[in-house]
């Protein structure tokens, strides 16, 4: 008798095709605004886009769905270790490639590449196989909270040498989320908070832009033409865009108020579109993703599985939401983009990548 064939989670699948689906037509609406100020720009960002993004996304969402995960933990090591030295490389004049002040780029032709993108996978990855492998030894300082402080030092090192400091908190919230998860201790991640606290302070008074940040998220009616100018107009189309939107690609503020409409800034665009009723299907989209993702983790009986799991979930999610709260103006601005959404195609072909490795997983899951 023929062995009944294991299928992936559906409803977690269909998620992900209605966002990717969604996804596709928000940009390619709020791509309209550049299309208007640069139409050779256009051309490659839609080109990135749709090809290295969501073409090669799809094939490797496909392709790493009917892989088996564990090889993920055989080769941890060494792909930490390769997105460290892209992460090395890019620092350097004439090999990376800098833009508005940050080095984060490789460029090859039209086609760019952010190495931080892989190297948030690689670290989950890693750290989801350390967690499974250290089994109680997790709860203990030197084995299970000392290797994630290790970890989050040479990763930040990185980073915030770009900057990057965006992805670097996506790295924060998939690692301590990966920590509890395998049984840590809260006290030790409240004294990492409290810490995290007083470096934040450290950068505000070094990093200009985030001491602005943090400004205009305290005062955003201050600067309305300067620091403030994009979470005012983010809450103008918001606000303009009503109960059920203006229609689909009737945005104004995308043509010549907004920044960024195709970046951080698409939610806005989105929302002016489709109103309150798009916004909040949207977020509920991320919910449902978010909820059956972890629903998943919970049934699978292998460690490193559920871990990896609840790292990519967590990281995708918590990406989602600073983004939106930024542009509600219940988070200060942060410049990470929407997944699935946002202009970006190294970020959109690893998310979708995940995505194939939790489909991946979810056929281990337990039976309902």
């Known amino acids: 008798m023929a062995k009944a064939r294991i299928k992936v989670d559906k409803p977690f699948l269909v998620s992900v095709i209605i966002l990717i689906i969604a996804g596709f037509f928000i940009f390619s609406?709020?791509?309209?605004?550049?299309?208007?100020?640069?139409?050779?720009?256009y051309s490659s960002v839609t080109f990135s886009q749709t090809f290295l993004g969501l073409f090669l996304g799809s094939l490797?969402?496909?392709?790493?769905?009917?892989?088996?995960?564990?090889?993920?933990?055989?080769?941890?090591?060494?792909?930490?270790a390769f997105s460290i030295l892209l992460n090395i490389l890019v620092l350097i004049p004439?090999?990376?490639?800098?833009?508005?002040?940050a080095r984060r780029w490789f460029v090859i032709g039209s086609l760019s590449f952010q190495p931080?993108?892989?190297?948030?996978?690689?670290f989950v990855i890693y750290f989801a196989a350390w967690a499974a492998g250290k089994k109680d030894k997790i709860q203990t300082f030197k084995y299970g909270f000392a290797p994630l402080l290790a970890l989050f030092a040479i990763c930040g090192g990185l980073l915030l040498k770009q900057?990057?400091?965006d992805n670097f908190m996506m790295i924060i919230f998939s690692g301590i989320a990966i920590y509890l998860a395998a049984g840590g201790k809260w006290r030790y991640v409240l004294g990492l908070a409290a810490i995290g606290a007083i470096g934040l302070?450290?950068?505000?008074?070094t990093r200009p832009y985030v001491m602005q940040r943090i400004t205009t998220f305290v005062h955003p009616e201050n600067n309305a033409q300067g620091s403030s100018y994009q979470i005012q107009q983010s809450l103008i189309a918001i606000g303009s865009g009503g109960f059920t939107g203006r229609g689909f690609g009737q945005s104004i503020q995308k043509f010549n108020f907004l920044p960024e409409p195709i970046g951080d800034s698409i939610f806005a665009v989105e929302a002016e579109e489709f109103g309150f009723v798009g916004a909040v299907t949207l977020i509920l989209l991320f919910v449902f993703f978010s909820t059956r993702g972890l629903k998943i983790a919970s049934r699978v009986t292998d460690p490193f599985g559920r871990l990896l799991v609840v790292g990519i979930v967590i990281m995708i999610v918590a990406q989602a939401f600073v983004n939106i709260g930024a542009m509600l103006g219940v988070l200060p601005l942060s410049g990470i983009t929407l997944p699935?959404?946002?202009?970006?195609?190294?970020?959109?072909?690893?998310?979708?990548?995940?995505?194939?490795?939790?489909?991946?997983?979810?056929?281990?899951q337990k039976a309902k």
């Open 340 to 364: 699935f959404v946002s202009h970006g195609g190294t970020s959109l072909f690893i998310t979708l990548l995940e995505v194939g490795i939790i489909l991946s997983i979810s056929k281990t």
């Open 163 to 165: 900057p990057d400091t």
């Open 29 to 41: 609406s709020a791509s309209l605004g550049l299309l208007a100020k640069s139409g050779s720009q």
């Open 60 to 80: 490797a969402m496909m392709l790493f769905s009917r892989l088996d995960y564990k090889i993920w933990r055989k080769y941890a090591f060494h792909l930490l």
């Open 201 to 205: 302070v450290g950068l505000a008074l």
């Open 94 to 101: 004439h090999v990376g490639f800098e833009h508005g002040g």
């Open 116 to 122: 931080s993108e892989l190297m948030k996978l690689a």
